[in-house]
């Protein structure tokens, strides 16, 4: 059965602080990990990774992959408030009968001004 | 419009009831998953089709879930004779196409939170 792991669970911070999170899995026939951020609502796409030890990057989050060692890490450097959400990582197993997702449980980030 | 599209926002319903929860994709879309949210948990994995094809549903937790997408653009997720534990948000995602591919991830809906009295 697939399986993802994201620690910390929860994280309190300030503002300016840089978080790292992380995401581990085990999964058959892993395709790629994507990364969502869910503020109340819809997660929202942050990130896909299928190659080890490539950095994905957009302003202040960035995130990268070891397929080796099975896990991923979400860095958010200058924190703001509106950074706070649940971030799910999320892993895509390639199977006969197309795709789906198995996500984690998600971290809890809250900024605090 | 844009993004997914769900309906109802909120439903409650008393138990044993029947619901049915609408999802209308992004356009164009071949892909339409549904998910299961519990609160504080991560989205866990209900159905899945490609066009009005069903390829997928071993995620549904009983047999009394069921799916549709008889035209391959809108789906319906119905519930019959609902429990207190199928009380949950119900996000549906879609994608443009079969597998994941860069820049194609699955866009999600803002979900049907239900609540089973």
């Known amino acids: 059965e697939d399986k993802v792991v994201q620690s910390p669970l929860s994280l309190v911070v300030h503002e300016g602080d840089t978080v790292t999170l992380n995401c581990s899995y085990e999964?058959?026939?892993?395709?790629?990990l994507l990364w969502y951020k869910q503020e109340k609502k819809a997660p929202t796409f942050l990130f896909m990774l299928?190659?080890?030890?490539i950095e994905k990057k957009s302003g202040r989050l960035s995130s990268i992959l070891d397929k080796k060692e099975l896990f991923s890490i979400l860095n958010i450097t200058a924190t703001q408030t509106g950074d706070s959400a649940v971030y799910l990582c999320?892993?895509?197993?390639?199977?006969?009968?197309?795709?789906?997702?198995?996500f984690g449980e998600g971290t809890q980030l809250t900024v605090n001004p | 419009g844009a993004g997914v599209s769900q309906s109802p926002r909120y439903k409650v319903a008393k138990r044993g009831q029947d619901v049915a929860l609408r999802c209308d994709p992004i356009?164009?879309?071949?892909?339409l998953f549904w998910y299961q949210q519990a609160l504080g948990q991560g989205p866990e994995f209900l159905t899945y089709?490609?066009?009005?094809?069903?390829?997928?549903k071993s995620g549904l937790p009983s047999d009394r879930f069921f799916a549709e997408r008889p035209e391959g653009s809108v789906s319906t997720l119905k519930i019959q004779r609902t429990q207190q534990e199928d009380s949950a948000v119900y996000l549906c995602?879609?994608?443009?196409?079969?597998?994941?591919?860069?820049?194609?991830?699955?866009?999600f809906g803002d979900g049907t939170r239900l609540s089973i009295l």
């Open positions: 995602a879609s994608s443009l196409a079969l597998y994941i591919r860069a820049g194609q991830p699955q866009h």
């Open positions: 999964v058959t026939n892993f395709r790629s």
């Open positions: 299928t190659s080890s030890g």
């Open positions: 999320a892993v895509e197993a390639q199977e006969t009968s197309g795709s789906r997702l198995t």
């Open positions: 356009s164009g879309h071949v892909s």
């Open positions: 089709f490609q066009n009005e094809a069903q390829l997928d």
